[in-house]
T-cell receptor
Framework: KAGVTQTPRYLIKTRGQQVTLSCSPI?????VSWYQQTPGQGLQFLFE???????NKGNFPGRFSGRQFSNSRSEMNVSTLELGDSALYLC????????????FGPGTRLTVL | GDSVTQMEGPVTLSEEAFLTINCTYT??????LFWYVQYPGEGLQLLLK?????DKGSNKGFEATYRKETTSFHLEKGSVQVSDSAVYFC?????????????FGSGTQLTVLP
C-alpha cells in the first residue's frame, strides 16, 4: 500500500507570492491533517479535514487555508508569503479521526526569499 | 491548553547504551500518547502509542508506559544502535470532541556513536 505522498518536495518562492501544496493520503484514509515544522516553533497543527470538511483549525492567520476533495486528496494554500513561512509542511492521514494511527508524508520544504 | 514537555537535547550515546527520553504532558481529559521518530530528510513515523493509563507501548526495542499519576510517557530502550540516531517527538492527541489534533513536544535529537 502506497504511503502518504506530498508534492512538490521542495519549493522556493519570494515574499508576497502564494503557494499551493498537495497531499495524497493513503488509499481509504479520509482524515488529512497539516502541520508546520520550523526550528523555532517546532511542530504546529494547521488544520484537519475529514470528508471534505474542515473539522479543526490551529492558530494560524487567514493566509493559511486548505481544502479536501472527494477523493480525500488535500491541498493547502498560503497567500502573501512571508519570510517566516519558510518551513517543512507535513501532511498526515488516518483512517478515522481518532489519531490512533496517523501516517505522515515526507513533507514539502518551502523556502521564502 | 494541552502541552507536552520533552527532555532537552541533543543526546549523544555510545552504541549499546541505555536510552531514556523524558516526556511529561498537561491535558484535559484522558489523551492518547505517542512517540514519533523523524530521520533526516523524512517525515514522522509512529514509533509507539498508548491510549489509556498504565498501557505500555512498545516497538523495535523501544518502550514507554502511560503514567497518569505522574503525567509522563518516558521513552526507553535498553541498547541503542547507530541506526536509532534521529529526532524523537512525544505527542498527545486530545480525546473525542471538537479539538482533534496532535500536540507535539519540541523534539529530542539522539546521536548514537559506534
Amino acid at each position: 500500500k502506497a504511503g502518504v505522498t506530498q508534492t512538490p518536495r521542495y519549493l522556493i518562492k519570494t515574499r508576497g507570492q502564494q503557494v499551493t501544496l498537495s497531499c495524497s493520503p493513503i488509499s481509504g484514509h479520509r482524515s488529512v491533517s497539516w502541520y508546520q515544522q520550523t526550528p523555532g516553533q517546532g511542530l504546529q497543527f494547521l488544520f484537519e479535514y475529514f470528508s471534505e470538511t474542515q473539522r479543526n483549525k490551529g492558530n494560524f492567520p487567514g493566509r493559511f487555508s486548505g481544502r479536501q476533495f472527494s477523493n480525500s486528496r488535500s491541498e493547502m494554500n498560503v497567500s502573501t508569503l512571508e519570510l517566516g513561512d519558510s518551513a517543512l509542511y507535513l501532511c498526515a492521514s488516518s483512517l478515522r479521526q481518532d489519531f490512533n494511527e496517523q501516517f505522515f508524508g515526507p513533507g514539502t520544504r518551502l523556502t521564502v526569499l | 491548553g494541552d502541552s507536552v514537555t520533552q527532555m532537552e537535547g541533543p543526546v549523544t550515546l555510545s552504541e549499546e547504551a541505555f536510552l531514556t527520553i523524558n516526556c511529561t504532558y498537561t491535558a484535559t481529559g484522558y489523551p492518547s500518547l505517542f512517540w514519533y521518530v523523524q530521520y533526516p530528510g523524512e517525515g514522522l513515523q509512529l514509533l509507539l502509542k498508548a491510549t489509556k493509563a498504565d498501557d505500555k507501548g512498545s516497538n523495535k526495542g523501544f518502550e514507554a508506559t502511560y503514567r497518569k499519576e505522574t503525567t509522563s510517557f518516558h521513552l526507553e530502550k535498553g541498547s541503542v544502535q547507530v541506526s536509532d540516531s534521529a529526532v524523537y517527538f512525544c505527542a498527545l492527541a486530545t480525546p473525542s470532541g471538537s479539538a482533534r489534533q496532535l500536540t507535539f513536544g519540541s523534539g529530542t535529537q539522539l546521536t548514537v556513536l559506534p
